[in-house]
Nanobody, 110 residues
Framework: VQLQASGGGLVQAGGSLRLSCAAS????????MNWFRRAPGKEREFVAT???????YYAESVKGRFNISRDNAKNTVYLQMNNLKPEDTAVYYC?????WGQGTQVTVSS
């Protein structure tokens, strides 16, 4: 299984970014896809998940600002991040089961 995350970058507070994660080596449509993040000096934390059936869950800190979606035809999961805050600065990882992508850096300036 390979997970390739992209879309990170530097953005001002209040801005938006969309992360993508392309998956291969698995039957994408049958698994839940997840996003996690690790901020500097902190433990990795859950951000969002989307089940194969479309059910979504979000961390309280991102609820109402982030949206997780998936395109099963493209084997890709997305994380639309709006109204970004400096505390959203982290390396963002996509994950499925016990597989992890390499992460993409998101930096939000104040």
């Amino acid at each position: 299984v390979q997970l390739q995350a992209s879309g990170g970058g530097l953005v001002q507070a209040g801005g938006s970014l969309r992360l993508s994660c392309a998956a291969s080596g698995l039957t994408f449509s049958t698994v839940a896809m997840n996003w996690f993040r690790r901020a500097p000096g902190k433990e990795r934390e859950f951000v969002a998940t989307r089940s194969k059936g479309g059910t979504t869950y979000y961390a309280e800190s991102v609820k109402g600002r982030f949206n997780i979606s998936r395109d099963n035809a493209k084997n890709t999961v997305y994380l639309q991040m709006n109204n970004l805050k400096p505390e959203d600065t982290a390396v963002y990882y996509c994950a499925v089961e016990h597989y992890w992508g390499q992460g993409t850096q998101v930096t939000v300036s104040s």
